[in-house]
């Protein structure tokens, strides 16, 4: 049982860079929560102060309602897991699982227990008299996971365990983690850059940002609902499209792009929200996905336009189609493989306005 807690954390290197700025998120017992943002948002920093590896500057972590801001890292009861596995080269994969479990002086029987438990959960037992250097890069991400687990701890912490993997191999060690999670129900925080990794993991994510969290909720929420326009552009592969806008009084929001502009109906969902805050300077999102070809039997609401056609992408079921509308900026679109259009050539593509995201211009907040 562990829920872990964060009021008003910050993180201030040397009394001048402030890495993390009033953070209050709580995660709770068995949760499988994900930290995600761009290189130096202060995620991994966030982590470091949960391990107890770096001082927290203001506010205060609990773990189970227990303030821990100075308690040592070898009393919180939690296991790190890095990206560089940190394994021993001269200790044997079996040595190696059962080190921090002789450190706190286990019983021999209770650490080859624990040791065989963790290497048959993940698929290692084979290789316990093994040097690490002797395994696939896999297999010894297996081993430092393997080390966390004989410890039984409360709290899982990764940072970015899975950086160092080629691509298929971090595809399978992300459904591997998933499914250690939901045996050891154990509560698991997990940092990563990779917004996929973050989506396809996490119960929640927390989305981070120049030290500043941006929002908290679970994935499918995030990606339909991001509070604000950095959010919606970082969550989502090809990334969301944006377009400045202006709404005109017959309910209609026109892009005005150099010479040529082109104008779409305000969506229904977004009219009355508009209409209450008077905002006539907009962003306008739209998902890849919600671009289409052709009408959608159940879509009611399109707004066609020409595209001018970039690049087109195909990758297998899908193809991913850069295009232009008359300006230097670049939208791509999500479309179905079956009559790509042609690279050069006009092309009619439809906006389903049902699923635009509006912005505040100026905060950058969702409407
Ligand atoms: P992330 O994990 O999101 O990449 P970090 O938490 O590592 O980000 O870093 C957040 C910010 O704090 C960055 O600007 C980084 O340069 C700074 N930072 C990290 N560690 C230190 C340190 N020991 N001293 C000074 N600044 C640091």
Known sequence: ?????????????????????????????????????????????????????????????????KIVNDVAPKDRDIAMVFQNYALYPHMSVFENLAFGLKLRKYEKQEIDRRVQHAAKILGIDKFLDRKPKALSGGQRQRVALGRAIVRHPKVFLFDEPLSNLDANLRVQMRTEISR?????????IYVTHDQIEAMSM??????????????????LNIYHHPANKFVAGFIGSP?????????????????QQDQSSFSMPVPKTLEEKLKVRGQTQVTLGIRP??????????????????????VVEPVGNEVFVYFST?????????????????????????FDTSKVHLFDKQTEKAI
């Open 239 to 255: 990334t969301m499209n944006f377009m400045n806008g202006t709404l005109k009084k017959n309910r209609h929001l026109v892009f």
């Open 289 to 310: 996905e919600h671009i289409y070809a052709h009408k959608h039997a159940d879509v009611e609401t399109v707004s066609p336009f020409t595209a001018n056609i970039e």
């Open 1 to 65: 049982m562990a829920e872990v807690k964060l009021e008003s954390v910050s993180k201030i290197y040397d009394g001048k860079v402030t890495a993390v700025r009033d953070v209050n998120v709580t995660i709770n017992d068995k949760e499988f929560v994900v930290l995600v943002g761009p290189s130096g948002c202060g995620k991994s920093t966030v982590l470091r102060m949960i391990a107890g590896l770096e001082e927290i500057s203001q506010g205060t972590i609990r773990i189970d309602e």
């Open 326 to 350: 008359g300006t230097e900026m670049q939208y791509v679109a999500r479309l179905a493989t079956d009559s790509p259009p042609t690279i050069g050539k006009p092309f009619q593509l439809l």
């Open 180 to 188: 250690l999670h939901h045996q050891l129900q154990t509560t698991m």
């Open 202 to 219: 996490g119960d929640r994510i927390v989305v981070m940002k120049d030290g500043v969290v941006q929002q908290v909720d679970t994935p």
